[in-house]
């Protein structure tokens, strides 16, 4: 694949920062809520009783947290030192190899993400790859899923959502969708290889074609994923866009083949180059655009608009509904890291940030 050219017209409404139009009076101000010197978050999600937690970004082999919860307005290893302590030798299967995407579950347990992999692009380590259930109110692992049945060694599993007792994962490295079944632990995949979860151009971030550390294009296939408020329908896209939608009976019944299913995928919104999303009660998606520093509003029609622009908004990745109507926005920069800029020295600007927009939606807790 060729360099592509930049587009000068990439993104619509790259007039400067600023709000959309019909942003309420009063709300809509970027307010920093988290800062750190030294590490690089991809993340945030925020416990009812107002406990924050990030995953975190190694910028040094066996050096930092994969897992921290903020206190007192800076990240400690959680659920302890032990998980966050894994290193070449170890087993992969009790700590964390490489935390990927964190949420609070509809139970209210914090549930963690592990690709498995120790590095972008390396396949995953046997027991690495798994879901992880934490209980917060003791502070303990309450049962880790191997994901690893459902991985081979290009595997990248990157972010995932519940459906009731039904988990959706995507596999950024290996194009598809893996489905979980919290009962059984049974997993399956879906859509392997379809043109919907294959990125169809290299990623970009603030105008510039990136690439892994070793100089390759980066392709980063399905990986942002939404449920609608009703639990019917799934949002996917590669890291690239467009979003898609697809019935969610036609993930969870195993029987369907892939060519049943394919009849059923729909173009919802031709998203760019995305970090992270959010949805709302109300259906509205919230999804980041890495080239034009701005959040997109993605209504239930699929029509969208720009619901905030800011040039601090570098790379804003998986992003978090507070019950008060707050936006959490982890201004993440992963495009500066040596991961994704060729591996160049690291260009991160610190104190890298997690800003809360005040703007009145609701949360979705399938």
Known sequence: MTRLPLLAALVMGLTGPGLAADTPPGEGALKPMLQSDSLVFNGVTRAQDGRVFSPFQRQTKDKGIELGEW??????????????G???????????VAVNAIRMGPEGDLWVLDKGAAGMGEAPLPGGPKLVQIDIATNAVRRV??????????????????NGRKVYLTDAGQPGLVVLDLDSGTLHRVLDNHWSTIAQRPLTGQGRVLRDDKGKLLAIHADQLEVSPDGKTFFYQPCTGPL?????????????????????????????????????AAGNIYASDTDALRILKIAPDGSTSTLVQDPR???????WIDDEGGLWIPAAQMNRTPAMNGGESSAVKFPTTIYRLQFGAKPVRN
Do not use: C
């Not at 019944?253 to 992270?276: I, S």
């Not at 908004?313 to 992003?319: H, I, N, P, Q």
């Open 145 to 162: 899923y191997p994901l690893q049945a459902a991985t081979t060694d290009k595997s990248f599993i990157d972010d995932f959502r519940f």
């Open 86 to 96: 894994w290193k070449q030798g170890d087993d992969p299967a009790k700590a964390f």
């Open 244 to 280: 898609y939608s697809i019935e969610t009976r036609w993930l969870d019944d195993e029987k369907a083949g892939d060519a049943e299913r394919e009849k059923h995928v729909k173009l919802f919104a031709p998203t760019v180059a995305t970090g992270g999303t959010a949805i709302d």
């Open 313 to 319: 908004l570098v790379w804003v990745d998986a992003m």
């Open 71 to 84: 206190r007192d307005g800076k990240p400690v290893a959680y659920p302890n030192e032990a998980w966050n």
